[in-house]
């Protein structure tokens, strides 16, 4: 894929986004179905670099919603004494891609470097599992930690959803649900560069539409198989649960960690979001890398500016297990 006219990327970025974007299935072009562009991504090389190490790590299945099958989940626990933060971590991949593998080196440094308890959710796929299926097992998921917390050392006051991309929404859904539906209470949430509203009609999507790895036309290919055919333009693509940044009111919800890149479609709808929230009420943490892509915080070893990031989303859970509660200024981090 070539560079953009005027590239706004850290040029220490471009060979990186230059090797994800020609590996990655052409979707919505020459790979429309999802099955095969998930084979595509699983015959990938696994990564030469040993995963970061945690204090332990084991696969489990934890009750799914009423009716629904159960959810697999991997449970990562830090190599610290309890109590810690729990995060209930819901990975990325448009809803209907990428599983706990893809994300498990994040996982394992966000454990690390927080010194948390991290339930990463194996939720239902797209196409097969459309909304809300998702939606479901993320909340039931969440439901199923919160009751069972202090099984595995966790503080039941530090509970966090977190999730980046499409797993942003799952993370921001269950926060506003946990509200309206009684529970459990949260006490932080951190959406991570993350699809909060199904329209795709910001400019960020105009300034990012291909060029910088996730594409405009990824997203459209994403939402389909999610909403169905009609994708953004089905009625349920306006329902709160699928674009948060719709949802009618924001106030009485959980303390936000919100990081965006300037480099990527869905900027401009998580800087929306962080001020909706803002003004709601709740306090925010934001970052903001202008010259990153979609995906950077995965890569610490190589970036510096998802170094950055990185420590300050495990600083902000961190935190909730000191005070049960953490009080956000604006961090910067890479902020212009």
Known sequence: MAAPENDRLDPAARPLVDLLSSAFPDLGGAVTDAA???RI??????PAAE???VGSVADRTVPGPAGAPGIPVRVYLPDRPAPYPTVVFFHGGGFSICGLDSHDGTVRRICR????AVVSVDYRLAPEAPFPAAVED????VRWVAEHIKEAGGDPGALVVAGDSSGGALAAVTARLARERGGPDLALQVLLYPALDAAQDTDSYRRNASGYFLTAA???WFWEQYLGPEGPGSAAARHPDVSPLRAADLSGLPPAHV????CDPLCDEGREYAAALRAAGVEVGEQHFPAMFHGFLGFTGLLADSRTAMAAVTAAIAAVGVSGRKNFG???GGAG
């Open 113 to 116: 470097g927080a010194g948390a």
């Open 51 to 53: 995963p970061p190490a």
């Open 138 to 141: 993320a909340y039931a998921a």
């Open 218 to 220: 990824h997203m459209r």
């Open 36 to 38: 095969e562009a998930r």
């Open 41 to 46: 991504l699983a015959a990938r090389p696994a």
């Open 330 to 332: 604006d961090l910067g």
């Open 259 to 262: 990081l965006t890149a300037g």
